[in-house]
């Protein structure tokens, strides 16, 4: 017998024999990789950053006084609306301050609600990742304003901080007509009347009639209309009444990441005090010499 064979017939007695029925090494490959859980495919998250604009409307500025207090709503930075966005808000009668009485006069019409993509959400995503929970919702204000309710939130952001679209909706309003808000963006969410307003914009980046997805970018932090500092003011209402949003965000910054980004406005507001100050100084010796050469000549 030859030594293959033997050593052959020696290793298949030393072996144990498969059961009847089980796989074979080829099979036993196709099973192991059929047992495999397949991957979780994830969306890609939408990307923070700016639109291209093609073309804006004219810089419209708005300027009024509150008390004593003189402000301007602009200068006005929204798109000029195009294509079948623009056409869809003619055909709604949602374009200009229209809009903003359609969804801030109770219910919003049928005919409009049918035009909001997207599924009704109890959630709220943290409109401006950059920001920190400023002054909140409710009886809030101090001084000769205290009886005043604050219909919002205050989010201070520095100038330019991107701001995103709390939930999927419709634009129904952006502009700067809205006397004390300057720029804002109003959207109008699956639901009951469902809307979210973003007030004090440096520039928005959607105009009414266009269909936002949750979390695309909508404009910039600034600070037009009446404001002391720049920082979003946010509103949720439903049915045109406003209600807190505090409970209903999402993915808002750690406490940890809010501490520190009060810390840095604060030594952004320390440094604006010292710039101001130094400039007024500079107005007052200016003002001093010119006093003081007006006397030499009057001697």
Known sequence: MPISTLLGTVWALLMPTAPEGAPTADKAEVVVEEAVEPVEVVED????????????????????????????????????????????AARLDIEGRRGWFTVMGGAAPDEVLTEVPGEESDTLLWPVPDGFMGRGFGHTRRRQLRHRVHRGVDIPAPVGSLVRAAHDGLVVYADNSVAGYGNMVAILHPGDSRTTVYAHLKRAAVFAGQTVRRGEVIGEVGRTGLTYAPHLHFEYRVRARARNPGRRFVERPTYEEEQRMMAEAARRRREGQAVLAERRAEREARQARRAEREARAAN
Not at 62 to 68: D, E, K, L, N, P
């Open 45 to 88: 998250e939408l990307e923070l950053a700016f639109p291209s604009i093609a073309e804006w409307q004219s810089p419209l500025r708005r300027c009024s006084r509150r008390g004593r207090r003189r402000f301007c709503d602009g200068p006005r930075q929204v798109p000029a609306p195009h294509g079948e966005a623009a056409e869809l």
